[in-house]
């Protein structure tokens, strides 16, 4: 016969600290295994990162981590570069105008570049099912932005739901 215990929270035998919650209760992680170009550097892209997550309490938080690997592509830019975003649901999270991975004593012309944009963010969604997702786009007119799902890079997004 096997065993099972269940519990709503666990809190440290000294008690929760203020502001402090009572650990990790769930983590869905995810990769992208298809590459996403971007071109227009006024419009975001969805970069094939999204997950869902389903809070145990209204109390609880989440804490979002995100790494965005991308190729840039330049066609005579001195600076070229991509941002990316947090969404959930339909609402940018932390700077709307995203975090970006700039190069900008670029050879123009001459180089493409890999950059990294990795990110954390940590949010109080309420009660519910919330989506998350990564968008990003080119730095200037000048840069084209692959997203890389597959390969050696790839990107990725994890979501913890920590208690309150």
């Not at 203020?18 to 990790?24: L, V």
């Not at 590459?35 to 989440?62: P, R």
């Not at 970006?100 to 180089?111: E, L, R």
Request: charged share 10%; aromatic share 8%.
């Amino acid at each position: 016969m096997a065993s099972e215990l269940r519990v709503d929270k666990i809190v440290p035998v000294d008690g929760v600290p203020t502001g402090g919650g009572g650990g990790i209760i769930k983590v869905l992680h995810m990769t992208t295994t298809t590459d996403v170009t971007a071109n227009d550097h006024n419009t975001w892209v969805d970069s094939g990162l999204t997950q869902s997550i389903t809070m145990s309490s209204a109390s609880n938080k989440v804490l979002i981590t995100a790494h965005l690997y991308t190729f840039l592509n330049c066609s005579g830019a001195n600076e070229i570069g991509a941002y990316a975003r947090l969404l959930r649901g339909s609402t940018a999270l932390g700077s709307s105008g995203g975090i970006s991975a700039f190069f900008p004593n670029n050879t123009a012309g001459s180089d493409d570049a890999q950059a990294q944009i990795p990110f954390q963010f940590f949010d109080a969604p309420g009660a519910g099912t919330h989506t998350y997702k990564v968008q990003g786009k080119p730095y200037n007119a000048a840069t084209n932005v692959t997203m890389q799902g597959g390969g050696s890079m790839y990107s990725t997004l994890t979501l913890m739901e920590v208690s309150a």
